[in-house]
């Protein structure tokens, strides 16, 4: 009996331990549309792939091999699925579906709502979630095939820009970049940025830092300057809480 649960034990951690990596490798194979495009077919797949690893791994009486040929036979039809959208238009609707436009010129469409089986509160909800919490503020809704709603206000109710009150509107060189961490420098950004450690220090030393590892964190912003966090401020705020 010892021997038979010995067996059983490690036969399912390594039955697990290959499932794992398998479906790891796998999903970095289907690439990061998975999550961030999840339409129901992404959403069907994701859970059938789960599904499929946690039979292999959990249930005994599942061969594994048949399993890993499963798994792996319906990533192999994702991927071919997703290539062959990419080059027709038919198929992508078939596949991922079309957005479906709910709002149209200020008018709301409910023969649109019941074809995307959404209820008014719902649609209501998608709204206030990106600030509208009136309906004749809003010039075109789209449903995205995500379930996401995009939205385009009307006129009157669009934010103004920096165009409209003739601020600065060129284009930053960057985005603002850590090169700091955890009292480390990020060398692959310092190499990125053609920034050298010494105009780093230079830098640091404008604002009385004399040891990067004073630095809790550091961010190099689009107009040059540093945004610094020391670990001093990082231990007073905990202080503060803790109080």
Not at 140 to 156: F, H, R, V
Request: hydrophobic share 45%; proline share 3%.
């Amino acid at each position: 009996m010892e021997n038979f649960f010995e067996v059983n034990f490690w036969e399912m951690i390594l039955r697990t331990t290959l499932s794992f990596i398998v479906l790891l490798f796998l999903a970095r194979l289907l690439g990061k549309k998975q999550l961030s495009q999840l339409t129901y077919f992404h959403y069907i797949t994701g859970i059938t792939i789960g599904s499929t690893a946690a039979q292999v791994a959990s249930v005994e009486e599942t061969p594994f091999i048949d399993g890993m040929i499963s798994l792996i036979w319906w990533v192999i039809l994702t991927i071919i699925a997703s290539m062959v959208a990419l080059k027709s238009s038919k198929l992508r609707n078939i596949v991922d579906g079309s957005p479906t436009v709910i709002i149209k010129n200020g008018e709301l469409s409910v023969q649109a709502m019941k074809t995307s089986k959404l209820h008014m509160d719902d649609l209501l909800m998608m709204l206030r979630e990106q600030s509208v919490f009136s309906i004749q503020d809003v010039h075109y809704a789209i449903l995205e095939t995500n379930g996401q709603l995009s939205i385009l206000k009307k006129p009157a109710e669009q934010s103004s820009t920096k165009q409209d009150v003739k601020a600065d509107v060129s284009i930053p060189p960057h985005i603002p970049i850590e090169v700091i961490a955890d009292g480390h420098i990020v060398w692959n950004t310092m190499e990125e940025m053609n920034l050298t450690e010494d105009l780093l220090m230079k830098k640091l030393k404008k604002k009385n830092i004399e040891n990067i590892e004073e630095v809790f964190y550091a961010q190099l912003q689009p107009n040059g300057s540093l945004y610094i966090c020391t670990r001093e401020e990082n231990k007073a705020s905990q202080n503060d809480k803790s109080e």
